[in-house]
């Protein structure tokens, strides 16, 4: 069966069990705290188990991206040396919130693999969880029953809490689970090692597929374990997992999921797969890693230095490393790859076949500049390995070239192997572990339990029509953290306050009780969707009705910027062209950020027409036009356009002002008058085939107007209150370099007859010519004169003295034959004449300087300058 077929099937099965099927959202996270990426299926149904928000089904299923390559689920090490683990990969998933529990996830899991799938029940184990003794949670003696009904009771194995007991973090919801393994292994395998024995063991054949977790308790902050109300079921199944075992073969790699993109890595780099161990690594990391990046970067998370980008980055170059290494690919190639990826997955994933160009540019580009640093890392390190004075290389010294430079500690150890040479590994872990203790420590947090002050209260934002409201607190906890020291998070039944998401900063303000005392709020955040407020202090009646309000100012300017990024946002598809994306924006109260695909840097007059489409805008006075909770659907039909990598629900919210639509949570301004004025302040690359635009609205233009007047007319002044103040200016400037070209002819004409003149002072003793004299030259004039006057002697001393912005120079200039003949060092006299000037300085044998901070001391310098003379 194709891939496409076993991924149709599953959905198709759960569908017919009442299940509605649902897209995979987005894998990179863009305001969960504490998570990157999506890393299962359950990660985007988090609210829904925590009550927080309502699902569209009780029952739902649905083939969810995930990436595992940072956190609690990382894979990343293992990709590539065994078959089975993915850094990216699908989870397939039906859900229950509150609906069926494990009688119906059972018997489902075993007719869809049994019967539907067709899969021998002779490969198949199930495990159920134990029981901890330890923390007193019981076997789960229930799921046992089920199975037992169905399954032949000696497939049936007793798991502990590390494989059978799911948990969502330290607190949460959580429960046993079961899984499904399989064993693939050949008849004559089976018989010598009983396959029983294998499970949860790492055998490539003998691999979990499937993991049905029943959701039953809630872990609280202390540890302890509640039952909950309304139980749930979350599976994730493997899928390229269950294509290994639906298509025969031994390795995901073998699947229609990788083969063609093997191929191609095959007839790119001439290679075969299957031949050489290192080169079908290799082979594995690239065909997965490219999957893993083009799928990130189509969901709008591009390679950076920073977060969830670095992750991304640090996948790319693993990938890279490996087709330098064992492909010996010294060019870029992993880009090639998207066009057969497009092609496969296009289908199921069309965000992929939509940004194919992008994901080709930004990788390759990603490639190209790591070849640059490996090839700059060798030099780096060849250098390292030519003073190295022992056979064994210090960690330190890895640690900067892997820290600094990007160079990566694998590709260190091979080298230093290759010649020879050994790494001091130890002392490359305890540097760095000494910086991630550098960096855990300011970045460590700890959150308290939820105290409950009103039970099971919904919350209602009221901030699109409000700035104020009374308002009552449901429920606090403290956040301790280094940075920000304590905080209390507060989370009222209605609140004004719009939460930091889509861009937009969360607003700021206060709540004021009813004795009068104020209570700063410093932010607003939201986490799976419970708006919560930040406070350095309790109010101090928790229980008081408090009137809330939003910092005013703040929020206009903030919607303003919101507004106008809309506009600029058709600004660009109208001048640039349809196939500018949104690829970020960032919108703060005092300026706002858009970044999006387009392929050249925006010409002058470009940006030009881009503000004045804006402006046009604000002038014609555009109303808001803003429809609540519509179909998903209708908006699109209106016109509006949905992002790659956002997650809507199914009904969203419209924005309009005239022919801009745009599903936003976003405030906006009543009026696009409200604006004032859109000024666009930069243009600029941000990685390659994405611009940014940084602009400002409103006051911020009025002050920037203003600023720029104040230094206009502060100029015009200085130029004597010229007419046409650039045209005088431009003189200015030809006036100035034809003065600096005047002034090098003078000095030089002053250095040859200063020349002249000292030719006359020279003192022959001893058959050498010696001159000591202070003049008026600077370090540069001191050297062109003593190589001068020195060339037109023979045997000549000459010692020069200069003041110079209060600091003394001291130059020695010695004939070669006389440094030679006299055994005379120039440095060696600057050195000592120094002192009398209190500095020090160095040089050639033949010409020297020395620069000290006591010009009195010239003089002296100068008179003792004739002793190297006299006793030479
Ligand atoms: P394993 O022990 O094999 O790493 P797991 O216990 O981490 O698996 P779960 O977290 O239970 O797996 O995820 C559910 C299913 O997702 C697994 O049964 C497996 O089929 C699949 N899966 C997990 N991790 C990966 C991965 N890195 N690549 C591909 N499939 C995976
Ligand atoms: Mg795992």
Redesign the pocket.
Known sequence: MKSQDIRAKYLEFFKSKGHTIVPSAPMVLKNDPTLMFVN?GMAPFKEYFLGQAKPPNTRLTDSQKCL?VSGK?N?LEEVGYDT???TL?E?LGNWSFGDYFKKEAIAWCWELLTEVYGIDKDILYVTVFEGDEADGTPMDQEAYDFWKEIVAEDRILMGNKKDNFWEMGDQGPCGPCS?IHVDIRSAEEKAKVDGKSLVNEDHPQV?????LVFMQYNRKANGSLEMLPNKHIDT???F??LCMVMQGVQSNYDTDVFTPIIREIETISKTEYGKDEKVDIAIRVISDHVRAVAFSIADGQLPSNTGAGYVIRRILRRAVRYSFTFLDQKEPFIYRLVNILSTKMGEAFPELKAQKQLIQNVIKEEEMSFLRTLDQGLVLLNGVIDHASTSVISGEKAFELYDTYGFPIDLTSLILREKGLELDEAGFHAAMEKQKLRSRSASEMSTGDWTILIEDAIQEFVGYDTLEAPVKITRYRKVVSKKEGTMYQLVFNLTPFYPEGGGQVGDKGYIESSNGNVTYILDTKKENNVVYHLVKELPDDLNDILKAGVDATQRNRTSSNHTATHLLHQALREILGEHVEQKGSAVHSKHLRFDFSHFSKVTNDQLQDIEDFVNARIEGKLPLQEQRNIPMQKAIDEGAMALFGEKYGDTVRAIRFGKSIELCGGTHVQNTSDIWHFKIKSESAVASGIRRIEAITNDAVRDFYTDNSRIYFEMKELLNNAQEPIKALQNLQDENSSLKKQVEALLKEKAKNLKGELKNEIESIDNIQFLAKKVELDAAGIKDLSFELGGTLDNAFLVFGSEQDGKALLSCYISKGLVESHKLNAGQVVRELGKYIQGGGGGQPFFATAGGKKPEGIAEALEAAKNYVVNA
């Open positions: 299962s595992r689920h894979d089975y683990h993915h990969f989870m899984e691999v979990e597929i499937w993991n994730g199944m493997g390229e997992r």
